[in-house]
């Protein structure tokens, strides 16, 4: 099992959108692309590539320490075992009262198309349970998406990503 | 307009409950300010602002997509039609059973003090099909409330990350 | 072609009507209803007595359009007079004529409602002895409360006290009388002592612990004997609850319940399979204890007229029972109740114990800026069989949580720990 965060450098991003496919990928029923792309329902990305000019940048949940949308959802819908494991979403629970994504800071939290749910990045909990990385990482081109062993995470990481700004895993740097 | 939600931002709100104002007339049957002074008290608005210790927030119907409300209701008099549409309840069919007001996750269903039907935010699809915006969104001074749909909503803020994680960067 | 007769236009036998055509497109549905209006939202009847509303049209419900276009045929002003169940006919009577009639049907739905119940005092047939339970009897109210200087309101439940509430809007001077205590079913006996409190506070003058005992007066009300006083008043109301309609189901055949209501099982299927019986004439299956009771209460009996409704037109669908969940708004208090209560519970032979958590409540924001009164009730294995809540705004943050409980029998000490509510931590609802 592996365990740690997915890392976003923003620079080395293409705008290629390799990651959204591929996560649409790994979370449709056949795990394969030809096949996924005739499943009803459509398997949904849920990490984001968004460009700004010539600055472009995949996010997706962050799986933030002090999670706000864990605090504001009111059916505890939202769950995590421990501060070292994935934010992740029950969809039975879930009442789709979107809450979530008003609290969540980084516009990652969308509506499911197939449940009355929303709809988040859930680490790859599957795959790293299987010790395989999360799709987007394995799947980036330029690495603009690193996976960080929780033991390995340290302070030039959280400058070089975009966790700078958001503190949100540097309890965790050496 | 449609394909909207109401979301709200509490770090705007004023508490200022024009919001209130604004959600009274438009379900009144005066739809001017003017007239409906005169009848203040036979008005009812459907968002209520709370004004907590930091930070004033105004609470309405969030439209669930999978609402208890519509689970609920014995004579299905609730209604959603679409993913992101509203939640309406369709007066002709509620019975007054008041089962709809207990299972509101968010406590903002409340009586028709005449009808005594229940009553909630119905995203004001009225002026939305008029291509208004809902009242409390048209009426909010600091747009505290805005009605926008998540896409946008979401985009705007991974858009705004991307400035930020960009400005500190610097160009590639 | 399956011909479905309805006796009692309520909700009960309206929402039978609608589930029985879904079910049963080419079904041939007739309601017949005593009351000479089309069918109006009982919980309305305060506003016609505060003055907010001054006709039943303003409360209507299920128009006659919606019938109309859905196939169904409503006629107001016709009473079911006597069941012939072997030959599958009702006899009926308009009301304002007396003309008579005979109704064949392939399947009958009872759902007559309850009548109000009456304490054995004398005087009941002088002026001013009002009831509240149709649109007639609130009408009476309205005209008597304007000759009036004071009432008496007798029983309290929940529409008893909102036209206590209206009474006192329209500056008469209010008593409100009850044998025990206020909602004595609903609520734990430290919630109704809060609520009497507020409720003095209003204005409302409190007659607790005793039933009035005498009406006097001439062929007008004018005082009543409480305790070994004798109080001057115009007008008594009595909200003492309902008894179930069941006249014309004696000597039919059908079989009345120990309750005295109509007995019925899961399908809502009296002891003739063509006939069946729902809302305030009908007993009714709780939920937790599998056990039939009688449950005069509006959802309920849609819930129930749903389930008549799709096994009359052919479907076969039982019913786990149901929970009771009731709420209102009263002197600026939020009441809700759902499940069982002590007293429920004893009734139905449930050992039950209640836990405050009013406290818990206040770690939430919301808990902390509106103070709440919190009851669960627990069986001895710690299952959640019933909730109260009393606070100014927002009780159903709290109720929520609890019914889903309720529903998915979950321990208290499983539900404490991971308790959480909505409005808590709002000031992450930010861009």
Known sequence: MKKGFVFIYGDKCLACKTCELSCAVSHSNSKELFKSINEMPKSQYRINVDTIGEFSMPLNCRHCKESPCLKVCPTSALFRENEDSPVLLDPDKCIGCKYCILACPFGVIKLSSSKKAVIKCDLCIERLKIDELPACVSSCPTKALKFKPVEEITEIDRKDSIEYEWRIHSSRSK | MSGGYIVVEVNKCLACKTCEIECAIAHSEFKDKKDAVFKLHSLQHRVFVEKMKEFSIPLQCRHCEDAPCVKICPTKAIEKREIEGPVVINESLCIGCKRCLLICPFGVISINHQSRASIKCDLCIGRLKEGLSPACVSGCPTKAIKYISIDEYNKLKRRRVIKEYYERVGKK | ?????????????????????????????????????????????????????????????????????LGIEYFSGVEAKSIDVKNNTVVVAKVDTNENGKIEYDNLILSMGGIPSMPKISGLDKKGICTFTTYDSACEILKYSKDSKSAVVVGAGFIGLEIAEALLKRGLKVYFNVRSRILRRLLEPDMSDYLIKRFTEKGLIMLVGESISDIGGNSRVSNIKYKNDIIETDMVIFGMGVNPSVDI????????????????????????????????????????????????????????????GINAAGGNIETKGFVRAQADKIFGEEIISIGHSSVSAKEVNLNVKVVDISEESKKFDIGRKYPALIKVVLTEDDTIVGAQVIT?????????????????KEKFSNFIDKWRISLNNLENLTL
């Open chain 3, 249 to 308: 189901v004696k000597n039919s055949g059908i079989e009345l319940g120990e309750t005295g209501a109509i007995k019925v099982n899961n399908k809502m299927q009296t002891n003739i399979p063509n006939i069946f019986a729902v809302g305030d004439c009908a007993e009714s299956l709780d939920l937790t204890t599998g056990e039939f009771v009688y449950y005069p209460v509006g959802s309920i009996a849609a819930l129930g007229g749903e389930i008549a």
């Open chain 3, 1 to 69: 072609m399956n011909r479905i007769l309805i006796v009692g236009g309520g909700v009960a036998g309206l929402n039978a009507a609608v589930n029985a055509k879904r079910k049963d497109p080419s079904s041939k549905i007739i309601i017949i209803s005593k009351e000479p209006y089309n069918a109006y939202r009982r919980p309305a009847i305060p506003s016609l007595i505060s003055g907010e509303i001054t006709d039943w049209n303003e409360a209507n419900i299920f128009p006659l359009k919606l019938l109309n276009n």
């Open chain 3, 392 to 408: 100014k705004k927002y009780g159903s943050v709290y109720s929520y949580g609890l019914f889903n409980a309720m529903l998915n």
